[in-house]
């Protein structure tokens, strides 16, 4: 990292972890669930709280869905130390941290197509279903500048990833090992267009806004080994945090709660009359916090909550839990 990026680096004296949603829609009960939990372990344990609006998914971002998302958090009684800072006011330091890698061989141009990318994958597909890239254009081009002229085409940036077995210990989900090269290959960093990726963006926010402890949906376990990459690559392997990773919220079929399984928006049980304490009251019941009331705040949750006593399985919600919560509307 340079001396300017060295210089933003925030100390870790203080714990602290971050709340970090996507405007690229609405805060649903399975992000907000995910949120509480976050809050419970940040203000039982002393931790410092972060917002963070990750808005760097362009296409994806609905104006005003920031506002909405900081809303609805507030709403059901949620706070933050600092915030909220915007992805996308820092494009000029993700570009640094990816030069950089540029330079140091540890990342390189790709113009493969996703079309190509699944064609010539000879790796497993993971679980995700998306094929693990096969480093068809490592070593190919001596440049961006010189990928773009054989091709045509603006190149795609990728993390070269070694092949070895990245280890880590998960507060929630256990000891974890991913091998590099089978299973993560060479992602992608920075889009076509110039956008940094996710892996990149967070790991460089993390480390520079000294974020300490990471609470999230296990559906990113995946995305901690690349991080871990990434830290290392960049000089900051003293600085990755504690990963926590919670089973999802999921619709009766499995998958992932979405809009396939109705409007489980947070801000539709707001619009309904249903009050935050009800709301609040489902969440605690799905971080394993039996007999909670339907007139309680989050702070009323700190005696009761343990991380430990959560459930190791995916929640289910359920049409149940969707007519419970609208019951409360008569008692606003």
Partial sequence: MT????????????????LAPSPTGALHLGNARTFLVN??????RGWKLL???????GPRIKRGADRQLIEDLEWFGLDWDEGPIYQSSRLEIYTDAIDRLIVSADAYPCTCSRKEVDA???APHVEDGSAVYPGTCRGKYASIQAAQAATGRAPAIRFKAPDEIVRFEDEFAGPRAFDGGQRLGDFVIAKADGTPAYQLAVVVDDAEMGITHVVRGDDLLDSTPRQILLYRALGLADRVPRYTHLPLVVGP???????RHGDTRVATYREQG???????????????????AASLW????????????????SIVFQEQDHQWLLAGCATV
């Fill in 120 to 122: 010539a994958a000879s």
């Fill in 298 to 313: 989050p702070g009323d949750l700190l005696n009761s909550f343990c991380l430990e006593a959560m459930p190791r399985q």
């Fill in 51 to 57: 917002l963070r609006i990750e808005d760097l998914d």
């Fill in 274 to 292: 249903v009050p935050p304490s009800r709301v609040l009251a489902l969440l605690a019941r799905w971080c394993g916090i039996e007999g909670a």
């Fill in 253 to 259: 079929d499995g998958r992932r709660l979405a809009k």
């Fill in 3 to 18: 001396n300017r990026g060295r210089s933003r680096l925030k100390s870790r004296l203080m714990p602290m972890t971050r």
């Fill in 39 to 44: 809050w419970l372990l940040a203000r039982q």
